[in-house]
């Protein structure tokens, strides 16, 4: 029935058709009767159709509901000559009229093609298929460096206006053993790290076993949308994305109370739009608007399992910010197809620095960014190129990544602290510091940061590096996760340093004396430096396994990472943590598309600054020699002090989709 309809209204396309040839040559009376017969149209030759018969012809196709009639209306009320295209598109549209039908139709007289004989025919032989390879490890790239091609997506769903809609996700579960973890978190975290309780700060102790620990986790799950909106520009493109994952803080409410420990709540990982624009076939530029990967830091990032924190303390450096983001990209092409990109982005500024109360916390996060009325500035420059040419190989690439920004710590008049008598070196007058500051007091300090990353992929290795110096980095969980400190050293010999907060409580800050006159001591930040070497090696494509079978999914991966805060700094802070390192190897093999399981072991420490003088108070940690920093076995209930604390992570994913 339905191809006797659509022969019926080809037939009745070509009927209308007929008037303007009706004085054609004999030449075409024979391709109008072929037309006429039912023979398919050639829609690409068709001239207009008279407007009476167009509209005779709706009429017919509303009285058998082939269209409505507000379409038929539409096409009735468009210009004479854009009527017939208007019908036609619409009965496309319907499935009525295939491309088929609209085909044009060969000459009635055209000479048949000659047939040559068996041995004159020369067919061209037809190209071999590309020898399938095990791909190679391809580098893990958070930041997009070339363009987003205009109309590139093949969306999920595509909505009336043009826009277009694709999903993906993760669902990762897995079983941790974890030797250490007095933290009681899921995840590895450096040593000797004071916690806070609601009686106030506990000094690092494990307790009688080195508090090993089990953990089953799911809340890895990670769900995204891709998004690309329509622009009239055939030059410009204009795409977005949305990801967040249930790796966030756990809940305390009246239903989860007892569940907390599997209620984590979803938190926002990316949320941006971008529009990238060609400016000429070599050149082109994009402005991003929302939160992404920084440019600082964030380009390399190691192919470790362990996600949840992705070696927080150790040395990784990574962050999410939001952010404004412009660049501008350059082919110089050649033999390596040479890519050069440098980018300029204005940050949020943030410092990792916890109000100390709750309620505030959740009510602003923190303001020590914010308070210095100043953006964060970032860049970065990239050079990609192909240094392996074997099919399959993603471009190498050498970054370079810079930051600075501003942070301030605001003192409240009220806050401004007195000076007791009874201290030794405060004045009579225990209001010196509240009369040298009366309206309240600040005091700040600066970050500064720089990363060189290497990316080398190949055909039998993948080889990724970073090596990082900064000040003040503990938001990009680096700098052994201090901030700054307070320099006492400026202070005159035997003046006070009395203790203030500010104003969101989660700095300290000491008023003191220089040359008689009240000061505040200046917070400088903590320098540090670090960096991680990790080696992908595709298993199935060293040992030839056949590309289509189950054993072209191993790869292995080896890291290393370390996290080395300086020393003179760290001894300011007091008998503190200094250097972090962090080793792991990762087992991976790839069901399918969709499944992958992974082993992965790995290895941590973290080492206190020792004293240029004397034996200092280690902390306490289990079976470790009074100040050596070698580990001695396990001896349950043997309580040293030791300036190394050791902790080995085992994980296992049955499941990974």
């Known amino acids: 029935m339905l191809n006797g309809k659509r022969w019926i209204l080809t037939a009745l396309i070509t009927i209308i058709r007929l008037p303007p040839f009706a004085e054609a040559k004999e030449g075409n009376d024979t391709k109008a009767a072929a037309e006429v017969a039912g023979q398919p149209v050639g829609h690409a030759s068709l001239a207009p159709a008279c407007g009476a018969n167009v509209t005779a012809l709706l009429g017919v196709l509303v009285m058998k509901g082939v269209l409505a009639p507000s379409e038929a209306n539409a096409i009735r009320n468009a210009a004479p000559e854009a009527e017939f295209q208007m019908l036609v598109e619409a009965l496309t549209k319907k499935g009525l009229v295939s491309a088929a039908d609209l085909m044009p139709a060969p000459p009635a007289n055209a000479a048949p093609a000659p047939v040559e004989s068996p041995s004159t025919q020369t067919a061209a032989a037809p190209k071999p298929a590309p020898p399938m390879v095990v791909p190679p490890v391809a580098p893990l790239r958070p930041l997009q460096l070339e363009p987003s091609p205009v109309s590139g997506m093949v969306p999920d769903i595509k909505l009336g206006s043009g826009a277009k809609i694709k999903f993906y996700g ?376 056949e590309p289509t079978s189950r054993n072209a999914g191993w790869t292995l991966y080896f890291y290393y990472a370390f996290d080395d805060a300086f020393a003179s700094d760290i001894r300011k802070l007091g008998n503190q943590r200094q250097k972090n390192d962090l080793g792991a190897a990762t087992l991976n093999w790839k069901m399918n598309n969709l499944i992958t399981f992974t082993a992965e072991e790995s290895y941590y420490r973290t080492r206190v600054v020792g004293e240029p003088t004397g034996t200092p108070p280690y902390p306490i940690y289990r079976g470790c020699r009074h100040g050596s920093g070698r580990t001695s076995g396990p001896r349950l209930g043997r309580r040293l002090r030791s300036n190394r604390w050791p902790g080995w992570s085992a994980e296992c994913v049955p499941l990974a989709l």
């Open 170 to 545: 993760m669902v990762k579960a897995s079983v941790i053993y974890d030797s250490s973890a007095p933290y009681g978190t899921d995840m590895p975290l450096p040593g000797f790290v004071n916690t806070s309780t609601q009686i106030g700060t506990s000094s690092f102790d494990p307790g009688p076993n080195g508090a090993p620990e089990f953990h089953a986790k799911a809340r890895f799950f990670r769900l995204g949308t891709n998004f690309e909106w329509p622009d009239v520009s055939a030059n410009t493109s204009i795409t977005g994305k949305f990801e967040f994952d249930f790796e966030g803080n756990f809940t305390r409410a009246l239903n989860r109370n007892i569940s907390t420990i599997r209620s984590s709540q979803a938190s926002i990982r990316l949320a941006y739009g971008r529009i990238d624009h060609k400016l000429s076939d070599t050149t082109s530029m994009f402005a991003l608007f929302g939160q992404d990967w920084t440019p600082f830091g964030s380009s390399t990032l190691p192919a470790i399992f362990e996600t949840t924190g992705l070696g927080l303390g150790f040395g990784t450096l990574y962050e999410r910010a939001p952010q404004f983001r412009f660049g501008i990209g350059h082919k110089i092409g050649g033999s390596r197809n040479v890519f050069i990109q440098p980018e300029f982005a204005v940050v949020m500024p943030a410092y990792g620095n916890d109000p100390k109360a709750l309620d505030n916390q959740l009510g602003y996060g923190e303001r020590q960014g914010a308070d210095s009325a100043t953006p964060e500035i970032q860049s970065r420059i990239v050079t990609q190129w192909q240094l392996d040419k074997a099919p399959g190989v993603a471009p190498a690439q050498l970054i370079f990544s810079g930051v600075h920004g501003d942070r301030t710590a605001l003192v409240r008049a009220a806050d401004v602290p007195l000076c007791p008598a009874t201290t030794t070196g405060c004045p009579a007058n225990d209001s010196v510091f509240k009369d040298a500051f009366p309206t309240g007091a600040q005091v700040g300090s600066q970050r500064w940061g720089y990363t060189a990353e290497l990316q080398l992929p190949t055909r039998w290795a993948t080889l990724t590096t970073k090596y990082w110096r900064g000040g003040d980095l503990r938001w990009y969980f680096v700098g052994s996760l201090f901030s700054n400190f307070n320099d006492k050293g400026v202070f005159d010999v035997g003046s006070p340093a009395v203790e203030s907060f500010s104003n969101d409580q989660s700095s300290t800050v000491l008023f003191g004396f220089r040359g008689g006159v009240p000061i505040i001591a200046p917070q400088r930040p903590v320098r540090a430096q670090g960096g991680f070497v990790n080696l992908g090696l595709p298993l199935g494509r060293i040992f030839q396994a």
